[in-house]
């Protein structure tokens, strides 16, 4: 529940926003494109095409790694997924590609 004193700062018009404002407001859809130009969607998989070194794992994720049940983020350069061996990995759009 927010106060009638909480601002969220909007990254889309760079402006703080009374929340209340911000609650009543829809997301808006965010189209998010792989390597090839394909629509990725919630619950999509991917495959990586090309060697990937992941920062604060110390390892590298090989080219034609799939990574399952993808999440769009509010970034439509970024998706968020999930490794057997690594939780919260951010990709970058461009270095996938839809399965």
């Given at each position: 529940m927010?106060?009638?004193d909480d601002y969220i700062y909007d990254e889309a018009t760079g402006e703080?926003?009374?929340?209340?404002?911000?609650d009543a407001q829809p997301a808006a859809a965010v189209e998010v494109r792989d390597a090839a130009g394909n629509f990725l969607a919630d619950g999509d998989a991917v495959v990586l095409i090309k060697d990937l070194k992941v920062k604060g794992a110390g390892q590298t994720l090989k080219q034609g790694t799939?990574?399952?049940?993808?999440?769009?983020?509010?970034?439509?350069?970024?998706i968020?997924?999930?490794h057997?061996?690594?939780?919260?990995?951010?990709?970058?759009?461009?270095f996938v590609r839809k399965r």
């Open positions: 927010t106060g009638d703080w926003r009374p929340a209340a404002a911000t799939v990574i399952k049940s993808i999440r769009l983020t509010d970034d439509p350069r970024h968020e997924g999930r057997d061996s690594i939780r919260g990995l951010v990709l970058r759009a461009e």
